[in-house]
């Protein structure tokens, strides 16, 4: 009996540390962004203690961005108190810009995470860990519209190429493309000019056979605001296809758009109904399957798509009817659902999928299609549906205090 009394002793001092551990006074956060560098943010803010539950947090961070006309981001970050901190909310908006490199922007992430959390620093009084430095300013007190030199304009250049093979075959995918675009509240231009080449070489039998699909395009746009929930557009585009079997094509279409959200409230929820009508100009490769060299058609397309982003998930979908007037049998229906779900404490589950039921392809070229070609992929076929779907969940339990980051054999 008497030798039970020591390990009974550990027992009671064991259970009684590792309660200190959990209750001391740190600030118990619950990250909750799945686009930010979260190693990084664990390893370099102090005096908080990551849990993996919203529900044993003091404050949820709910970040939230959208892409801002810079080509940088726009970050709105919620700072949710819970438990005994419920009073406690704020919100946090800032911006990023395409210059700002990976560093930059989780720096800046992070300086905007630890301002937001100086008031439940000062909550469970850990004053000693925060310091404030406000800058003076010179002179008036006035701030001074800033200039751009130029106008709101943002361009842009991308190459990319990429090469791989083995001993009986290799491939060569080259990318070229241009862009230039303004964006303000009231207005929304783009241009960008695209090329792409993809080719390979098959060997067999000492016999190359090389499969080369090229394409070139060139997309135009110009959305103008009108309100908090109408948009008006035009959208053209011109270029050429081998797959497509497009030798030249255009089409230019106007459009409308009713939002039955206010557009301020984007970055958490949208549902979005679009309108767009105008003609189309194809000049086939080969003739087509209508025996059609070229051909003006007139086409029309509405679509409705929505995404909700709350602390419980997102979901978004979009379903999309197009058709063409001169023949109303001629039509595609278009139809896209995903959603990450939390339902409930370390469980998620989540679904991506599509389906499009496909009645409109007058661009198909006339003739069989030849294995050569149905192998490699070089025209595109005629298909009366496509359709995908992942479905997944995950489920997570244990330890909610261990966010310890190890990065040992990483690699």
């Excluded at 949208?270 to 490769?285: A, F, T």
Aim: net charge negative.
């Amino acid at each position: 009996m008497t030798k039970l009394i020591p390990t009974f002793l550990i027992f009671l001092f064991t259970i009684q540390s590792f309660s200190q551990n959990n209750d001391d006074a740190s600030v118990r956060v619950f990250l909750d962004c799945n686009f930010c560098d979260n190693t990084y943010i664990k390893q370099n803010l102090n005096n908080v203690q990551f849990v993996r539950d919203q529900n044993f947090a003091d404050v949820h961070l709910f970040f939230l961005r959208q892409t801002n006309g810079s080509g940088g981001r726009l970050y709105e970050v919620d700072f949710i108190g819970k438990n005994e901190f419920k009073d406690l909310t704020d919100k946090i908006s800032f911006s990023t810009d395409s210059n700002m490199t990976d560093d930059d922007v989780r720096n800046r992430i992070l300086d905007f995470i630890k301002l937001g959390l100086v008031r439940y620093w000062l909550k469970v009084g850990h004053t000693d860990v925060v310091t404030i430095s406000v800058g003076q300013r010179e002179g008036k007190e006035t701030v001074e519209e800033v200039k751009d030199p130029w106008n709101y304009w943002v361009f842009q250049l991308n190459a990319r190429g990429n090469i791989d093979g083995e001993q009986s075959r290799k491939r060569l995918d080259v990318n070229l493309s241009a862009s230039a675009k303004r964006v303000t509240e009231k207005n929304k231009f783009s241009i960008r000019a695209g090329f792409s080449e993809n080719k390979s070489t098959f060997s067999y039998e000492e016999e190359d056979i090389i499969s080369l699909r090229q394409s070139k395009d060139i997309r135009v746009s110009d959305v103008i605001s009108i309100g908090g929930n109408w948009s008006a557009g035009a959208f053209g585009n011109v270029g050429s296809s081998v797959y497509r079997n497009l030798d030249f094509y255009w089409q230019l279409k106007p459009a409308v758009e009713f939002n039955f959200f206010d557009y301020s409230l984007s970055a958490e929820k949208q549902l979005v109904l679009s309108y767009r009508n105008g003609v189309v100009y194809n000049d086939y490769i080969e003739i087509s399957v209508f025996a059609e060299e070229d051909e003006y058609l007139w086409e029309h397309e509405v679509n409705l798509g929505g995404t909700v982003k709350q602390r419980w998930g997102n979901i978004y979908g979009e379903a999309s009817f197009e058709q063409y007037l001169h023949d109303t049998t001629l039509n595609a229906f278009r139809f896209y659902l995903g959603a990450s779900i939390r339902l409930f404490k370390g469980f998620n589950f989540n679904i991506d999928g599509d389906y499009s039921i496909v009645g409109n392809q007058v661009n198909l070229p006339a003739g069989d299609v030849s294995l050569e070609d149905l192998l490699l992929r070089q025209q595109q076929l005629a298909s009366g549906y496509e359709y995908s779907l992942s479905v997944g969940v995950s489920y997570s339990f244990g330890s909610i205090y261990n966010t310890i980051v190890n990065p040992r054999f990483n690699f």
